[in-house]
């Protein structure tokens, strides 16, 4: 079994910066992806950024330019960094571990981010 715990969220105005950490413990397989997603208050949960353990990323188009993902694979930590943020960032993030051969998807509590404008 795996557990997920995330760490950062909280309260920030429009143009504030926060950062994800996402810790994982446990029986972890490799290869995996580690990433976050967020879900809004009556939305569905989406994918904000990914990183693969070889360190290849990807984002949603909405926070291209504003959040940076990146992993300490020797830690089997991952981070979020948010700059910029806007209302609309609003939501609960989730920290995520997909294990490439075993197929199996892991979560985290979720953690609260909320900005005011």
């Known amino acids: 079994q795996v557990q997920l715990v995330e760490s950062g969220g909280g309260l920030v105005q429009a143009g504030d910066s926060l950062r994800l950490s996402c810790a994982a413990s446990?029986?972890?397989?490799?290869?995996?992806?580690m990433g976050w997603y967020r879900q809004a208050p009556g939305k569905q949960r989406v994918l904000v950024a990914s990183?693969?353990?070889?360190?290849?990323?990807s984002y949603a188009d909405a926070v291209k330019g504003r959040f940076t993902i990146s992993r300490d694979n020797a830690k089997n930590t991952v981070y979020l960094q948010m700059n910029n943020l806007k209302p609309e960032d609003t939501a609960v993030y989730y920290c995520?571990?997909?294990?490439?051969?075993?197929?199996?998807?892991?979560w985290g509590q979720g953690t609260q981010v909320t900005v005011s404008s």
């Open positions: 995520n571990m997909f294990t490439t051969i075993t197929k199996v998807n892991y």
């Open positions: 446990g029986s972890i397989a490799r290869p995996n992806i």
């Open positions: 990183m693969t353990i070889g360190g290849y990323s």
